[in-house]
């Protein structure tokens, strides 16, 4: 039992959180008056914790990222098996892909769905060629934008291209 709670604690505690969070929100609730108007504001009071907590866990997540992708490929024993690595990781990344835009485009063809024609602000500049797209997928032009949760991939490329420079320079 001891080795179970060591091995999954964490999870359980955080699961036992989410029953416990949907538990006050249904004890708890918010109540409106007829005209929408908030009367009492329930379990929406907690919800600055919750924001702490999500916001705690983005300033986590970029620099574990970057640190174990860069540390893993520079410990690996030689350039072969971190390319091999490499290699399966963008392929799955690939099918994985390609899998769900096959699933998505099933989706949008044969189901019925609402379509939204975006308003563009004036004095926009157009659309993005297909080598912009690129370029702006996989790169960031700052690198305080590389340290942004919402430039993931540009940042596990960097990551990956200085996991590398540290293995062609004698690795750890």
């Not at 006050?24 to 919750?50: R, S």
């Not at 700052?142 to 942004?148: A, K, T, V």
């Not at 990551?159 to 062609?168: H, S």
């Amino acid at each position: 039992m001891k080795k179970f709670l060591k091995s999954y604690g964490f999870i359980l505690c955080m699961l036992l959180a989410i029953v416990a969070g949907c538990i006050v929100g249904a004890v708890w609730p918010q109540v409106k008056d007829a005209g929408g108007e908030v009367i009492d504001k329930g379990a929406t009071v907690l919800e600055p914790l919750g924001t702490v907590f999500i916001n705690l866990m983005f300033c986590v997540v970029v620099p574990m990222v970057f640190c174990s992708i860069a540390s893993a490929i520079a410990n690996m024993p030689n350039l072969r098996r971190a390319g091999k690595v490499l290699g399966t990781t963008v392929v799955t990344f690939l099918c994985t892909a390609g899998i769900a835009a096959v699933i998505m485009y099933i989706i949008v063809r044969f189901l019925p769905i609402v379509t939204v024609t975006p308003a563009y602000e004036e004095g926009a500049t157009g659309t993005l060629g297909v080598a912009d797209m690129i370029v702006n997928f996989f790169t960031k032009p700052d690198f305080m934008e590389l340290l942004s949760r919402r430039a993931i991939l540009p940042l596990i490329v960097a990551a990956v291209l200085f996991g590398f420079g540290i293995q062609m320079n004698g690795g750890p």
